[in-house]
């Protein structure tokens, strides 16, 4: 299974960016995107989960983020605005098939992209 991320860069607090994840398989449940910022551990943004009542996101990036997922191109997304300089960190696409209660746990996906770094200046 092959994830290719793109779509990160440089960017000014308040501006918006829009994260992209190819994945070369569309057997799995769920797919996400998760962030580690330096120094810290990696944390989860945000998931798309089959057969649920999600999307699911991390408290810190609802209502600012936005995930969503092409079922014809099995495309990943993360529409991020009014991004902040905390949220600067390398941004990972995930994808597996965690339990519903485990959609936010890193431990729950199989396969992860290689990371687009997302830098927010104040």
């Known amino acids: 299974v092959q994830l290719q991320a793109s779509g990160g860069g440089l960017v000014q607090a308040g501006g918006s960016l829009r994260l992209t994840c190819a994945a070369s398989e569309r057997t799995f449940r769920s797919y996400a995107w998760f962030r580690q910022a330096p120094g810290m551990d990696r944390e989860f943004v945000a998931a798309?989960?089959?057969?649920?009542?999600?999307?699911y996101y991390s408290d810190s990036v609802k209502g600012r983020f936005t995930i969503a997922r092409d079922n014809a191109k099995n495309t990943l997304y993360l529409e991020m605005n009014s991004l902040k300089p905390e949220d600067t960190a390398v941004y990972y696409c995930a994808v597996g098939n965690p339990i519903t209660s485990r959609v936010r746990a890193s431990e729950g996906y199989s396969y992860w992209g290689q990371g687009t770094l997302v830098t927010v200046s104040s």
């Open positions: 798309i989960v089959k057969f649920t009542s999600g999307p």
